[in-house]
């Protein structure tokens, strides 16, 4: 496989499930990312691991938690969302050269969440 | 902090050339992104510009000027494929320097 895989690719779930998006970059890059786009909205970032370092945005709530076992694999955790939830989580990855070059961002198809 | 914009739809016919604009208030720079999503896939790349002037690509062009926090993707010979929104987005080096900012995106529909 090459390039960035998500799964899954779509999930439907009710509010009181416990479910987990996987994400696995097959690029050698240092850094991963989640990212959350709601219809009409800016791609949101939600959290970023970089060179062993996560950062996050402080406006996620706690029901989301990422995972990063090492520099290839990433998941997002989410368990008692909300309806407001449901959008298009993209997992993306990049080579980060430094305090300042991002490098091009990768994307992976994305894993579309209903929550019901 | 960051801010990005740039028009919410625009429309225009096989074969034209289009023009989107973004303008955007960063406290520092440190380049800009144009990436291009089709309805229901991924983002892709397709430009990145740390420079001032006009960077071409093939079809598509990306121009900068950072002292008016200004950049425009051109499409040229336009074709029915380049339907897709269009995401401006420039790096956030405020705090952790390894994120991007988007934009809203602009949604280009192509006529023929």
């Known amino acids: 496989e090459t390039g960035v895989t998500q799964t899954p690719r779509h999930l439907v779930m009710g509010m009181t499930n416990k479910k987990s998006l996987k994400c696995e970059q097959h690029?050698?890059?240092?850094?991963m990312y989640w990212y959350k786009q709601s219809a009409k909205k800016p791609l949101e970032l939600m959290f970023v691991y970089s060179l062993e370092e996560r950062v996050e945005n402080n406006s996620v709530p706690s029901r989301f938690s990422p995972e990063c076992p090492n520099s290839s694999h990433l998941f997002l955790h989410l368990h008692t969302l909300q309806p407001e939830d449901s959008a298009l989580y993209l997992c993306?990855?990049?080579?980060?050269?430094?305090?300042?070059?991002?490098?091009?961002?990768?994307f992976g198809e994305g894993s579309r969440l209903t929550v019901l | 902090g960051q801010n990005i914009d740039q028009p919410t739809e625009m429309t225009a016919t096989e074969g034209a050339i289009v023009q989107i604009n973004c303008t955007y208030q960063?406290?520092?720079?440190?380049?800009l992104f144009w990436y291009q999503q089709h309805a229901g896939e991924a983002p892709t790349f397709l430009s990145y510009n740390v420079l001032d002037g006009l960077e071409e690509k093939g079809r598509f062009s990306s121009f900068l000027s950072r002292s008016k926090g200004y950049s425009y993707l051109l499409l040229k010979e336009l074709q029915m494929k380049d339907s897709a929104s269009y995401l401006c987005?420039?790096?956030?080096?405020?705090?952790?320097?390894?994120?991007?900012?988007f934009g809203s995106g602009t949604q280009l529909t192509v006529l023929p």
């Open positions: 987005a420039v790096p956030d080096i405020s705090g952790s320097a390894r994120q991007l900012t």
């Open positions: 960063t406290s520092g720079f440190n380049g």
């Open positions: 993306a990855s990049s080579q980060v050269i430094g305090e300042t070059n991002t490098g091009e961002l990768f």
């Open positions: 690029l050698g890059h240092n850094a």
